[in-house]
Nanobody, 119 residues
């Protein structure tokens, strides 16, 4: 079973920065894409950033220019660098990996890491 473990969440002041990490138990090159999602209390889980196995990157409009997703295939790690954090970025952040086997897509999730942006 694939395991994803997030870390790096913390309490930070507005304008601050954090780097989230996602450690995978298997080679991340086996996934067609990896994502960061976030879920604020009482809200749905939303896609924040995505990176494909080919290196294509996409961001939610709300984080463009502030967040950066990256991957280290050698370490089986995916990162989310978050700069100029705002209170509305407060949420639990989840790492997600997608594997395609024949025609079936399998989603794997981490347990999440809390990011709180507050003064």
């Amino acid at each position: 079973q694939v395991q994803l473990v997030e870390s790096g969440g913390d309490l930070v002041q507005p304008g601050g920065s954090l780097r989230l990490s996602c450690a995978a138990s298997e080679s991340i090159t086996s996934f067609i894409a990896m994502h960061w999602y976030r879920q604020a209390p009482g809200k749905q889980r939303d896609l924040v950033a995505a990176i494909t196995s080919g290196g294509t990157i996409n961001y939610a409009d709300s984080v463009k220019g502030r967040f950066a997703i990256s991957r280290d295939n050698a370490k089986n790690m995916v990162y989310l660098q978050m700069n100029n954090l705002k209170p509305e970025d407060t949420a639990v952040y989840f790492c997600n990996a997608v594997r395609l086997i024949v025609t079936t897509m399998y989603n794997y999730w981490g347990q999440g890491t809390q990011v709180t942006v507050s003064s």
